[in-house]
């Protein structure tokens, strides 16, 4: 077998990589064409490839490490519990004080009478969770007919079966027999690209009443509860008109219907509050929480839960649970993250300062030719891209075309921005520094400037 270290050229690792690893949402074969980048070691919002270049990472990885790559006090805690009690599980009547300590922590933080944690190992199984826990609270209820969930196309909820059916990804959907029964989708409130005439404050109500006809298709004594991303986040940081969750609020309230805020990539200092939801003014009976909750240091979710919930789910026997249910060392590191996030005033920078100064910059960008809207909230922005500004067109070239090669300018710049379609994502750490921001910002240009010249040298716009 190859020694593989650190030192093989990068062609080797690349033929290896495409030889036995299969990535999640990526074409293989063109993988195998192209090479994986292969990163080697990271540091603050910095990455470090096996070429040795130094990347700005605009993404925190996958929206997910809040206090910056490199923090030895994660390290230091992760051993400890390694030596002290490296797994045990919390089945059947028995606990540990990792998953004792974080759980009641996150009560703290939590809003309203979000006071109790179900564990879980990532977003996508707590989710599954979710589905499982509010269906059974009705049931409990004496509301066995309360069966459906209420989602939105384009939203991200998870890859298996069950979170993947609430999530409202057609191209996922279209694989491996999604979505199951009783998940309903209703349109989301991306005005930039569906609000055609009206103002945003219209479209936002507009879209927020989709919830009440569907309700109302459904009939309230059938449907469970409504599950949303305060922000959208992989459907491109779609942030809603002001109008949206207010109203949604309402008629979930008038209905008698639970919330899910799936807080995976808002929860944790994100939008500047340590919940989307607090942001945005929603009170959400649950909270699906992962990511940003160990800063993606080890794997690890959860679901917050109202103490109504957890009563009456506390009453019989909920038959649901993970090995790793409150794992002892992920949920060490978490603890010891949000004693981070906390003592360093990292959400307060994320509202208070560098968070603002961000969002100057970034709003900047509109002054690009090639930027229509530039839209962030906290450290979570998206910028769309587009032909014409004043009619906000999309390009003639299918979906997606133009975001990949201003996403391939953006690599060639040493900066990770994702694309989704046509719109570009920022998500950086969360202790991004202003002279880091402004080397964003930057690169960001550099990289609009080329994509533009590159639309121009192929035609498509
Ligand atoms: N919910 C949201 C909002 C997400 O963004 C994600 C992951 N991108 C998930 C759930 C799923 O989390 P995981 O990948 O940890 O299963």
């Not at 993970?322 to 060490?332: E, F, K, L, N, R």
Request: hydrophobic share 40%; with cysteine; glycine share 12%.
């Amino acid at each position: 077998m190859a020694q593989i270290t650190n030192s093989m050229p990068t062609a080797e690792m690349q033929a290896l990589d495409a030889a036995h690893h299969m990535h999640p949402f990526t074409h293989g074969a063109d993988l195998g064409k192209k090479g994986a980048r292969i990163i080697t070691r990271a540091d603050g919002v910095w990455l470090t490839d096996s070429e040795g270049h130094r990347i700005l990472d605009g993404m925190a990885g996958l929206w997910c490490v809040n206090v910056g790559y490199g923090r030895q006090e994660l390290v230091d805690a992760a051993t400890r519990q390694m030596s002290e009690l490296p797994f045990y599980n919390t089945f059947f009547q028995t606990s540990h004080l990792p998953a004792i300590k974080l759980a009641e922590r996150l009560a703290q933080l939590a809003p309203g009478d979000l006071n109790h944690v179900f564990f879980a190992g990532s977003g996508s199984e707590a989710n599954d969770t979710n589905l499982r826990m509010v269906r059974t609270y009705w049931e409990l209820k004496g509301q066995p007919s309360k069966k459906a969930v209420i989602s939105r196309w384009n939203a991200y909820h998870g890859s298996s079966v069950g979170s993947g059916s609430l999530g409202g990804m057609k191209g996922m959907h279209a694989q491996g027999g999604m979505p199951i029964p009783d998940i309903h989708h209703i349109d989301q409130p991306n005005w930039w690209a569906e609000g055609g005439d009206m103002s945003p404050e219209e479209f936002g109500l507009a879209r927020a009443r989709l919830l009440e006809e569907k309700i109302l298709e459904l009939g309230p004594e059938n449907v469970a509860a409504f599950i949303a991303e305060p922000v959208q986040g992989a459907g491109g940081v779609i942030i809603p008109p002001e109008t949206y969750w207010p109203e949604i609020s309402r008629i979930l309230k008038e209905y008698g219907i639970l919330l899910i805020a799936d807080e995976v990539i808002c929860g944790f200092g994100r939008t500047g509050n340590w919940f989307g939801s607090q942001t945005m003014g929603i009170e959400p009976d649950i909270m699906t929480i992962a990511k940003g909750l160990s800063s993606g240091y080890l794997p690890i979710g959860g679901s917050i839960v109202s103490s109504e919930i957890a009563q009456v789910i506390g009453d019989a026997e909920f038959n649901h649970g993970y090995t790793y249910s409150g794992h002892p060392v992920a949920a060490a590191v978490a603890l010891e993250n949000l004693r981070i996030l906390d003592e360093d005033g990292i959400v307060d920078a994320v509202r208070d300062r560098t968070g603002p100064y961000l969002q100057k910059k970034f709003k900047g960008l509109t002054e690009h030719p090639l930027v229509g809207e530039a839209t962030i909230v906290g450290m979570m922005g998206s910028i769309a891209l587009t032909p014409d500004k004043d009619s906000r067109a999309a390009f003639e070239a299918e979906s997606g075309t133009v975001g990949y090669i201003c996403r391939e300018r953006c690599f060639a710049n040493d900066l990770v921005m994702r694309h989704v379609g046509d719109r570009m994502i920022i998500s950086p750490p969360l202790v991004i520094s202003e002279a880091e921001i402004d080397t964003l910002i930057e690169r960001a240009w550099t990289s609009l400037d080329e994509c533009h010249a590159e639309l121009k040298r192929q035609g498509l716009m």
